[in-house]
Nanobody
Framework: QVHIVESGGALVQPGGSLRLSCVFS????????MAWYRQTPGNEREWVAT??????LFADSVQGRFTISRDDARNTVFLQMNDLKPEDTAVYFC?????WGQGTQVTVSA
């Protein structure tokens, strides 16, 4: 099974930006289907975005602020998060083919 490692989480002020990375242990290409989720304590994981081929879909709560890009040569998918809000605070996970990473913490606070 593919192994996934997320990174890039940090403490950032409201209005700031972060870029999360999701590195796959296997080669990725344009056929990759993957998703980002986030989770806060005591809550279920919330879908954030999906990337399938050339198509990306985003939850209403992040639409227009988050984007997805890929670097196939580095087996990496990025989640660019702009105009961050306190409600974006969560552990962010990426997943593909039932494999999940360990998550990376994003904290948005003044």
């Amino acid at each position: 099974q593919v192994h996934i490692v997320e990174s890039g989480g940090a403490l950032v002020q409201p209005g700031g930006s972060l870029r999360l990375s999701c590195v796959f242990s296997e080669h990725i290409d344009k056929t990759l289907s993957m998703a980002w989720y986030r989770q806060t304590p005591g809550n279920e994981r919330e879908w954030v975005a999906t990337s399938q081929g050339a198509v990306s879909l985003f939850a209403d709560s992040v639409q227009g602020r988050f984007t997805i890009s890929r670097d196939d040569a580095r087996n990496t998918v990025f989640l660019q998060m702009n105009d961050l809000k306190p409600e974006d605070t969560a552990v962010y996970f990426c997943t593909s083919n039932s494999a999940w990473g360990q998550g990376t913490q994003v904290t948005v606070s003044a």
